[in-house]
């Protein structure tokens, strides 16, 4: 179970790196998400309106630990007739996948996500905040519709 762990975190990891290496645009946003789950949330633009966008988040405790990553890939569109000198406004839509570890029951829960949300950058700062809703499908190891919610900002870095 340990290595089916690792070795997701891995390949979350090296398509992260991968994207990054290829990325054009706006760079790699760092922040924090609260709501279901919280955790640590990460977005990097590709160029243009297309954007990878995830979250990790863990807990460690003596026979209740958790693990969760979620990776989606976001189609942007901007409200460029809202003339704001502080930012720009933008919704999005998109699709991903999940995985969840849980260790009291042992479960490996993988999921199909359809995230869409709201979201503002500013200009004067390399931060942008988001809200974001996600019908989620998990389809291992039994089927399971749910939501996930999540309001948070980011730190972009580049």
Same mark, same amino acid.
Do not use: C
């Given at each position: ?6 070795? +997701?975190?891995? *390949?979350? @990891? ?5 994207? =990054? ?10 922040? #924090?998400? =609260? ?8 977005? $990097? !633009? ?12 863990? #807990? ?7 693990? $969760?990553?979620?990776?989606?890939? @976001? ?8 003339? !704001? /000198?502080?930012?720009?406004? +933008?919704?999005? $839509? ?6 969840? !570890?849980?260790? !009291?029951?042992? /479960? ?8 869409? %949300? ?9 931060? %942008?905040? +988001? @809200?974001?809703? #996600?019908?989620? *499908? ?16 980011? $730190? +972009?870095?580049?």
């Amino acid at each position: 179970m340990k290595k089916l762990t690792f070795v +997701f975190l891995i *390949v979350t @990891l090296f398509t992260i790196t991968t994207q =990054i290496a290829i990325a054009q645009d706006r760079g790699l946003g760092v922040g #924090a998400a =609260i709501g279901g789950p919280d955790g640590m949330s990460y977005k $990097y !633009w590709l160029g243009g309106s297309a954007a990878l966008s995830g979250l990790v988040s863990f #807990a460690i405790s003596e026979n209740n630990s958790r693990f $969760y990553t979620h990776l989606d890939i @976001l189609n942007h569109k901007f409200y460029d007739e809202l003339d !704001w /000198d502080v930012g720009r406004m +933008f919704y999005y $839509y998109g699709g991903g996948f999940g995985f969840e !570890w849980i260790e !009291w029951t042992n /479960d490996n829960i993988f999921m199909l996500r359809l995230p869409s %949300g709201i979201g503002f950058n500013f200009n004067d700062m390399p931060v %942008g905040l +988001f @809200l974001e809703l #996600a019908p989620t *499908v998990d389809v291992s190891p039994e089927f399971h519709l749910h939501f996930n919610g999540n309001i948070g900002f980011r $730190y +972009f870095l580049n």
